[in-house]
Each structure stands twice: as structure tokens, then as C-alpha cells.
T-cell receptor
């Protein structure tokens, strides 16, 4: 069964500093990988996704993520965070064995706090 | 263009009561899904639908029913509410061939007493 681990429950970063959120997955083949962001009281918003090809994917809001098969990781990065980036971030893995009908497994999330 | 609309936003039920959480999308998306979000557990898939008339179970379907009579609507029914169903429920939809949810509603916070 697929699984996702986000080892950091809570991260605090100064505004303007760089950010890296960790995500490790367990899956038997090349997975579909996703990052979502959730602002307080709202639903999730898709930041970016990886299906195949270039292992460095660009997303919205200036985020990027790199797929590293050897490390089973899909870490999210941003070179300079803004106060508006404070939110909870979820990594998810999709089961590609049932293409067109993937079921996502979500990590438990990382809460990001931005300090001035 | 409203996106994904969920109603109600908040609801308190007594154990054993039934209710329906409404979800509607105006983007003509084929794929819709329901998730529940519990502290420290991320989101878990309850039920999903790949088109009108087609539904299937997700990871945690017990105690919930769904139907998809139209492309736009995907209601979630709690048949006999239990305290374990206290959670925040999210409806999502997707246009892509893959079912990954790209548009989420703002959620329904449900408390079962």
C-alpha cells in the first residue's frame, strides 16, 4: 500500500528566508506526487504535481518540488517566503495502477509559520 | 463561476441522526470526491465518482452513502451519525483524466454529540 510521510509537523521560517518542506513516499513503482496548501478555514489548493519527465516541477505561488527516486522524496521548496505563505502543506501520492481513477493518499501535513 | 460549493459550513448532530452534506460544482468536472480531515491524519477519501451514475468507495466509506445523479451534484449522506464521524468534510472535483482533486470546497465542520 502507498504511504506518505511528512516528518515535520511544524516549521517556523523568517520572512524572506528559503523554505524546504520534506515529503517521503512509499510506493512500488513511479508514483504520481502532489503538494497542496490549506489556508485556515479553507479547502486545499493544488500547488504542483509530478507525473513523469523532468524531476523538478514548478508550481503556483513560486513553489517548486524535486522528485528524487533514489531517496523516495518529493520535497517542496521556495527561495523566499512571504507572510502569506503561512498555511498547512500536504504532500500526497497517487496510485497510478488505476489510471484515470487514482486514489490519493495524503500525508499528515506540515504547518508553516512565518515570523517577521 | 462559484467553483465547488459545500453546504452547510457547520452542523451539530445528535448520535443516530441522519443528514446530507451538499456539494455542487459548476465547472462540468466529471471527477468528484469526498474527504474527511481529522487532526494529525491528513485527508482520507470517503467516496468518489468518475461521472454521473458512477460511484465507488474510498478508504473510509463505512457509515456514508453517496449518489451522483447529475454531473454537478455529489451529496454525502450520513445514515446514522456517530461521534467518530465528527470531522471536517471536504468535497473536491477535477477535470483532469487523473482523479487528483484540483478544486476543493471550503469544507463542512460536523460535530456529533
Amino acid at each position: 500500500a502507498q504511504s506518505v510521510t511528512q516528518p515535520d509537523i511544524h516549521i517556523t521560517v523568517s520572512e524572506g528566508a528559503s523554505l524546504e518542506l520534506r515529503c517521503n513516499y512509499s510506493y512500488g513503482a513511479t508514483p504520481y506526487l502532489f503538494w497542496y496548501v490549506q489556508s485556515p478555514g479553507q479547502g486545499l489548493q493544488l500547488l504542483l504535481k509530478y507525473f513523469s519527465g523532468d524531476t523538478l516541477v514548478q508550481g503556483i505561488k513560486g513553489f517548486e518540488a524535486e522528485f528524487k527516486r533514489s531517496q523516495s522524496s518529493f520535497n517542496l521548496r521556495k527561495p523566499s517566503v512571504h507572510w502569506s505563505d503561512a498555511a498547512e502543506y500536504f504532500c500526497a501520492v497517487g496510485d497510478i495502477s488505476n489510471f484515470g481513477n487514482e486514489k490519493l493518499t495524503f500525508g499528515t501535513g506540515t504547518r508553516l509559520t512565518i515570523i517577521p | 463561476n462559484a467553483g465547488v460549493t459545500q453546504t452547510p459550513k457547520f452542523q451539530v448532530l445528535k448520535t443516530g441522526q441522519s443528514m446530507t452534506l451538499q456539494c455542487a460544482q459548476d465547472m462540468n468536472h466529471e471527477y468528484m470526491s469526498w474527504y474527511r480531515q481529522d487532526p494529525g491524519m491528513g485527508l482520507r477519501l470517503i467516496h468518489y465518482s468518475v461521472g454521473a451514475g458512477i460511484t465507488d468507495q474510498g478508504e473510509v466509506p463505512n457509515g456514508y452513502n453517496v449518489s451522483r445523479s447529475t454531473t454537478e451534484d455529489f451529496p454525502l449522506r450520513l445514515l446514522s451519525a456517530a461521534p467518530s464521524q465528527t470531522s471536517v468534510y471536504f468535497c473536491a472535483s477535477s477535470l483532469d483524466v487523473g482523479g487528483q482533486p484540483q478544486h476543493f470546497g471550503d469544507g463542512t465542520r460536523l460535530s456529533i454529540l
